[in-house]
């Protein structure tokens, strides 16, 4: 296993970008590196979707990436010094039945991803990342 302290930019938008490239090659096991072990990722409404924890958050990005999301086009926005937006259109692979539009904070903690939570729209990430 790397550890990511010294091998790549402590960035949190470089860190993000390398995850997302690897988890579009399938490299999960490089994308399993970045989850902090206890990190959290809450969907727009609590619920089922909810993951606690890097496994659920594997599980999560798995399947997503075997429904085709991988290919998506996202966008990386900056959210501060400790996290980074990701604006992801999931309906353009998934359609109708998903969202047009998400936004997901990632937070970051000693180069590893402690928390995400998805907003509806760009714009609610960036008002709850300049509310911090």
């Known amino acids: ?14 860190i993000a970008r390398e995850g997302l490239a690897a988890w579009r090659k399938g490299d999960f096991g490089t ?7 206890n990190v959290v990722w809450h ?3 609590p ?9 659920e958050v594997m599980q999560t990005l798995r399947e997503r990436y ?3 999301f991988a290919k998506g086009d996202l966008q990386f926005r900056d959210g501060g010094e400790h996290a980074v937006i990701v604006v992801a259109h999931p309906s353009e ?6 969202p047009s539009e998400v936004a997901t ?19 609610e990430a960036l008002a709850a990342v300049e509310q911090t």
């Open 1 to 14: 296993m790397r550890a990511y302290a010294g091998d790549v930019s402590s960035n949190p938008a470089e």
């Open 105 to 123: 904070v990632m937070r970051f903690r000693n180069e590893r991803v402690v928390s995400m939570q998805d907003y509806r729209t760009e714009a």
């Open 31 to 37: 994308v399993e590196e970045i989850p902090d072990r």
């Open 43 to 45: 969907a727009t409404e």
């Open 66 to 68: 075997e429904q085709g």
């Open 47 to 55: 619920g089922e979707w909810d993951c606690h924890g890097r496994d």
């Open 93 to 98: 692979i998934g359609g109708s039945d998903w």
